[in-house]
């Protein structure tokens, strides 16, 4: 069976100068096999075309990609997505793919030994409604609670490429874990959402480090973060989003050993019905620096934890971690511009399995805009929230609360530092 069709031009001559041209970039098309595993086709395309090439899947098709894949590129790759691939929809059987496999190795492995590695969908809003689409049937996982083996969709180990107008229809788990630097995100549409009571645990939809990465122009809905960002990162922007049911835009300077965390911008994004908006953590006993990290311009609507910063981070269902007097340092965290509700009536969501809570904060009780918590004396050079215009959504109305502990924290953070009704500061 032919696996694939390489179109390649040869070299032509210019009868007007008589010089010769470049060739055309070869294009390496992926064929579809009905009602089989197109698999080998796209790892035969993959090898054909390493570098300077086009691998296609084609518009109109259903591939099926029941086993995962390496994409091992060369430098300026394209990937375009223009028809739609399928996993599969067995629950046995995506775990027998990844049985054996490290977790986060990915059912779709990109990584190259140079730039300009692209996966791109298509470009019109009225193509993107039937192509570009990675359905890979997290639902029934969701429904039958089913947490073993489950694949990571997309790990990514390159530089200075790019990932857009994809979509990813109900994720298993996380949708991409981004390692490179210098790769811009945009136009993706992640939809982790359940359509039943059962929880989409873990659905991280972008897990990144590196440096000068970017996402932009993208609406996610899922049941973990948002983007998660952790150390090492640098110089990393996220602008124009839009992020439904999640766990917010959160910064892990934690881990273990010595933490760096620095020039983090997040703007213009929209958060609705999620359980955290701005979100920092790290844990006691960290070393490190989380430093100019910046949230602007932010819309909540029906958000339980609006800002939250906390450097002594533990799930509050397990028992706490040994004692500690030190975190990762934090010099220059501002938090501006922030407008909308706060979820009072219906605090939490459905990842709460456990008495306390995983997220269960002393003292919350629906009404804080803002929550400046466990911080370690010392640590802590400057942090501010301005212009917080974010109100509890509960009748009859109510002013906002905050929760800040004022003996180790910098004295001019923007606002009253106390446990009590939110009084902004000159």
């Not at 496999?101 to 300009?116: D, I, N, Q």
């Not at 073993?148 to 991409?176: D, E, Q």
């Not at 995100?185 to 929880?199: H, K, L, N, W, Y």
């Not at 007097?325 to 969501?349: H, K, L, R, W, Y």
Request: proline fraction near 7%; charged fraction near 15%.
């Amino acid at each position: 069976m032919q696996f694939l069709l390489i179109f390649c031009l040869a070299s032509v001559a210019s009868a007007a100068t008589g010089t010769a041209t470049a060739p055309p970039r070869p294009t390496c098309t992926v064929v579809h096999s009905p009602d089989a595993d197109d698999s080998p086709s796209i790892v035969a395309a993959v090898q054909s075309c390493t570098d300077n090439a086009t691998i296609l899947f084609q518009s109109g098709v259903e591939y099926n990609c029941f086993t995962p894949v390496q994409f091992t590129l060369g430098q300026d790759v394209t990937v375009q997505i223009l028809g739609n691939i399928n996993l599969p929809a067995n629950i046995t059987q995506v775990q027998a793919g990844v049985t054996g496999k490290f977790y986060r190795s990915g059912w779709f492995a990109v990584s190259s030994t140079g730039p300009g590695v692209s996966f791109v969908g298509p470009e019109t809003v009225d193509a993107r409604k039937t192509g570009g689409i990675i359905r890979s049937y997290g639902q029934a996982w969701w429904d039958a609670g089913q947490q073993t083996s489950r694949p990571l969709l997309f790990s990514w180990r390159a530089n200075n490429g790019s990932i857009a107008n994809l979509t990813i229809s109900k994720p298993v788990g996380k949708s991409f874990n981004i390692a490179g630097s210098g790769n811009a995100i945009r136009g993706v549409i992640i939809d982790a959402q359940s359509s039943t009571p059962a929880f989409p645990f873990n659905t991280y939809d972008f897990l990144l480090g590196g440096d000068g990465n970017s996402i932009m122009n993208s609406q996610v809905s899922n049941g973990d973060d948002c983007i998660a960002i952790g150390s090492p990162c640098s110089n990393f922007h996220a602008k124009a989003l839009t992020c439904i049911g999640s766990h917010g835009v959160s910064v892990a300077a934690k881990g273990g050993g010595t933490v760096g965390v620095s020039n983090i911008l997040v703007e213009d994004v929209t958060f609705k019905d999620s359980l955290y908006g701005a979100r920092y953590k790290s844990t006691g006993g960290d070393t490190g620096l989380a430093s100019n990290i910046v949230y602007r311009n932010i819309i909540v609507e029906n958000v339980t934890f609006p800002i939250y910063v906390t450097q002594n981070y533990f799930d509050q269902s397990q028992p706490p971690p040994p004692p500690s007097n030190t975190s990762v340092e934090i010099d220059g965290m501002s938090f501006s511009n922030f407008a909308g509700t706060i979820n009072s009536q219906n605090p939490g969501d459905g990842s709460c399995i456990s008495d306390p809570c995983w997220y269960y904060v002393p003292g919350a009780d629906g009404s804080q805009s803002i929550i400046f918590e466990d911080f370690y004396a010392g640590t802590v050079e400057t942090i501010s929230a301005r212009e917080i215009f974010v109100v509890p959504d509960r009748l009859p109305l109510e002013l906002p609360t905050v929760i800040c502990n004022d003996t180790v924290t910098p004295k001019d953070v923007g606002f009253r530092c106390w446990d009590g009704i939110y009084v902004p500061t000159v």
